[in-house]
């Protein structure tokens, strides 16, 4: 097991994926760049997640993000940035991704709108490497207390690499339903620490990051009183993605009540998604908790702990903010 996850660490093998959220809504650059500047006003975001909490090295991931509206002539479009990093294992695997936004929006008719957007930025990946142990550091009596002949350490493993990363999305919405495509790592960022001259890898082995496709959607549903049908809705929606070999679905609803949000999500054969949020003013806040339903097991993993405080900054909006909509989607 050691071995394979030290394989799994250096090589990058084509089945690594990204990061991933149950609130993923929560910080839409980091779903769709298209997204970037669609409130009414600048925006701010902050995430983090704590992955299998029980699992010793536990996966911990947290994101920020900016954006805004900005009005050019007689066209709307949309600025940000998010910045993410990802940590896991012993060995501190961690990846930060910094990339700026940019979204331009088309009006179809008066309801129907598409936005087109382009991410852009780098990736800096970091291991700690010689908090690691290898197989033949261990002593069948004593333990841990061998040196390793691991090809890493003898040639010289660089601990830290940077890489660009390019990013493009499509979304179109109305006033009560959305659909976005997206696709993460368009080039297909290098993901080896190992110095490719001295350690060679098999031809079988891929060490570039897969770019990933992402289908979005979903449609927010008013189903309050008659005087004010928008204090409840029921919002059904869905995340299909697809990332070399491997993908996956979330599908779920939200209930709207407001101020409260709750929501019930499935995670194929992954984790059942519950969500409590609030709110209030021009803020946010979520948590929702993923409790493991795969061969994993709750009891192993402990499940996954997520939070979300969304800030929108209404009363900075443009003067034009009256011809503005902005998308349905939900916030956590």
Same mark, same amino acid.
């Given at each position: 097991?050691?071995?394979?996850?030290?394989?799994?660490? %250096?090589?990058?093998?084509?089945?690594?994926? +990204?990061?991933?959220?149950?609130?993923?809504?929560?910080?839409?650059?980091?779903?769709?760049?298209?997204?970037?500047?669609?409130?009414?006003?600048?925006?701010?975001?902050?995430?983090?997640?704590?992955?299998?909490?029980?699992?010793?090295?536990?996966?911990?991931?947290?994101?920020?993000?900016? @954006?805004?509206?900005?009005?050019?002539?007689?066209?709307?479009?949309?600025?940000?940035?998010? $910045?993410?990093? +990802?940590?896991?294992?012993?060995?501190?695997?961690?990846?930060?991704?910094?990339?700026?936004?940019?979204?331009?929006? $088309?009006?179809?008719?008066? =309801?129907?709108?598409?936005?087109?957007?382009?991410?852009? *930025?780098?990736?800096?990946?970091?291991?700690?490497?010689?908090?690691?142990?290898?197989? @033949?550091?261990?002593?069948?009596?004593?333990? $841990?207390?061998?040196?390793?002949?691991?090809?890493?350490?003898?040639? *010289?493993?660089? =601990?830290?690499?940077?890489? /660009? @990363?390019?990013?493009?999305?499509?979304?179109?919405?109305?006033?009560?339903?959305?659909?976005?495509?997206?696709?993460?790592?368009?080039? =297909?960022?290098?993901?080896?620490?190992?110095?490719?001259?001295?350690?060679?890898?098999?031809?079988?082995?891929?060490?570039?990051? /897969?770019?990933?496709?992402?289908?979005?959607?979903?449609?927010?549903?008013?189903?309050?009183?008659?005087?004010?049908? =928008?204090?409840?809705?029921?919002?059904?929606?869905?995340?299909?993605?697809?990332?070399?070999?491997?993908?996956?679905?979330?599908?779920?609803?939200?209930?709207?009540? @407001?101020?409260? $949000?709750?929501?019930?999500?499935?995670?194929?054969?992954?984790?059942?998604?519950?969500?409590?949020?609030?709110?209030?003013?021009?803020?946010?806040?979520?948590?929702? %908790?993923?409790?493991?339903?795969?061969?994993?097991?709750?009891?192993?993993?402990?499940?996954?702990?997520?939070?979300?405080?969304?800030?929108?900054?209404?009363? %900075?909006?443009?003067?034009?903010?009256?011809?503005?909509?902005?998308?349905?989607?939900?916030?956590?």
């Amino acid at each position: 097991m050691l071995s394979l996850f030290v394989c799994l660490i %250096f090589t990058q093998q084509s089945t690594a994926q +990204d990061p991933q959220y149950s609130q993923f809504y929560s910080n839409l650059l980091m779903l769709n760049p298209a997204f970037a500047g669609s409130g009414i006003g600048p925006r701010l975001a902050l995430n983090y997640r704590a992955q299998w909490v029980r699992i010793p090295g536990a996966y911990q991931q947290g994101a920020f993000s900016f @954006d805004q509206p900005l009005y050019i002539g007689r066209s709307l479009q949309g600025y940000g940035i998010n $910045v993410s990093y +990802d940590r896991a294992g012993e060995g501190n695997l961690t990846k930060i991704d910094l990339i700026a936004n940019y979204a331009y929006q $088309v009006e179809l008719t008066k =309801e129907h709108k598409l936005r087109f957007g382009l991410g852009a *930025g780098f990736q800096q990946a970091s291991i700690e490497f010689f908090k690691l142990r290898f197989p @033949d550091q261990i002593d069948p009596r004593d333990g $841990v207390i061998l040196p390793t002949l691991e090809p890493g350490a003898l040639a *010289g493993l660089n =601990e830290v690499q940077i890489r /660009p @990363d390019f990013h493009a999305g499509v979304t179109y919405f109305n006033e009560f339903a959305w659909l976005g495509l997206t696709v993460n790592h368009l080039t =297909e960022p290098l993901q080896r620490f190992y110095p490719s001259n001295q350690v060679p890898l098999s031809p079988d082995i891929n060490a570039n990051l /897969p770019r990933k496709y992402t289908v979005t959607g979903g449609i927010r549903l008013p189903v309050g009183p008659y005087n004010d049908p =928008e204090r409840v809705s029921i919002t059904p929606a869905f995340l299909y993605k697809v990332q070399g070999q491997f993908s996956q679905i979330d599908a779920g609803l939200y209930l709207n009540y @407001d101020p409260m $949000v709750f929501g019930l999500w499935y995670r194929n054969q992954d984790a059942l998604i519950g969500l409590i949020g609030v709110r209030k003013d021009n803020f946010s806040f979520g948590y929702s %908790f993923d409790y493991t339903i795969s061969e994993l097991s709750q009891g192993i993993s402990g499940g996954s702990h997520e939070i979300s405080l969304i800030l929108e900054m209404e009363q %900075f909006a443009p003067i034009r903010r009256l011809k503005h909509t902005p998308p349905p989607c939900p916030h956590f």
